[in-house]
């Protein structure tokens, strides 16, 4: 019966022509990966780009709509992670059957991944909607706990949305469609970036009217998504009711990467409120804002580390689905020399840049003590960039070729046990404050990245010992 269905699905895959992005998938690792990331990178950067417009909005409110935005991110990055993790087991177990010559299970993968979307949205959308206040207090967030409810019900009652248009992009990174994927992010941050001043200012919506420009914009890219799959029907990959039929290690090769990476999110949310928590205690809200504002221009500097990570899932992924094991190291070694490359360039241009960097979340005079602290908070991430690229590629390559817990456990090590502690350390027990913190976060970080690399070349070199 398993003969008979890798039979058929070999067939249907004989049957429809390899789109360019299938081939690229299928090719030379290097130029898969340079091919891949370099719309994702765009892509991502314009969204990034949305997050710090968005701040920057948001901070002409006070000092208290930026702290908001800030106690409210931990949450929002738990549905984030939803949808990423969802959207990394969906790449990876697309691309797995894509390698392995089995179009039909890829289908039945891509319709899987679209109900357990619908599935984890009814779920979580109503607790999240209720108790988005009081989660803020349980946070820390005292006085503008108010605004952080304001802000919350409106983003998380997008949360559908959020998750089918991570499983949709999800899709077509599978196939090797980086494009389309792009031409999404680019969407959502433009409508975005046009948005918000609006609703913010003009309809004197507050802190609600960030919440709800994101919600609009992802509505439209839903329709758009709705459009290629449904209407043009020009993807490699269909989603369509025909092509399910459920299978249990369907939902188990999608979870087995996604609840992993889910949790990845979650950890990171964890980290965020502990890293809060520290901040309050020893500085104040004040420096909650500074780190919500100086960590979103890390998380913008990363972006094409993880661009460059995302590829390495749906070309790991293809490798492994075609057993083309040789091709791993391949792919590790390149996209770590490459995402080095970029963090050092990255760190230069911080040092030399982080006052006027700073002087964007601080223009107006509610906010502009903040400038020289979040200045100083950037000038110390320079030594935090250089190790994030072995972490991200490692935790990649793990995830596509199906193991997600070893992702899992390589950021569990790095954010509790070394970012966590570090932080706990130098910032509290060694009595250096807010400083301390900062260089925790990068010894832990530092720490981290060497122990994913050790990690990946040790699996890589058994699996290919005992091919």
Known sequence: MKQDTELNGSVIAQEKKETAGVSLLLGEPEKAIRKLSAPLIIAMLLYSTYNIVNAIWVAGLGSDALAAVGFISPLFLVLIGLGNGLGAGTTSAIARRIGAGDLRGANNAAVHAVILAIIISAIITIPLIIWTTDIALLFGAGNTAELCGEYGRVVFGGTILILLTNVGSAILRAEGDTKRSMYLMALSALMNMVLDPLLIYTAGMGIAGAAWGMVISQVFVAIVLAYWFFGRKDTYVSVSRESYVFQKQTVQDILDVGIPASLEFFLMSVLAIIINGMLVKVAGTDAVAVYAAGWRVVLFSIIPLAAIGTSVISVAGAAFGGRRYDKLPITLNYSFKIGSVIAISISVITWLFAHQIASIFAYTPESSYLAPHIAAFLATMCFFYPF?????????????????????????????????????????????????????????????????IIWAKVYLSRLLRYQ
Not at 413 to 418: A, D, E, V
Request: aromatic share 12%; glycine share 20%.
């Open 388 to 452: 994030v690229a072995p972490g991200i590629m490692s935790g990649c390559l793990f995830q596509g070729v199906g193991k997600g817990m070893t992702s899992l456990i390589l950021n569990v090590f790095r954010n509790i046990l070394f970012i966590a502690v570090f932080a706990y350390l130098f910032g509290i027990v060694l009595g250096h404050g807010e400083h301390g913190i900062w260089w925790g976060i990068v010894a832990g970080d530092i720490l981290g990245g060497i122990v994913a």
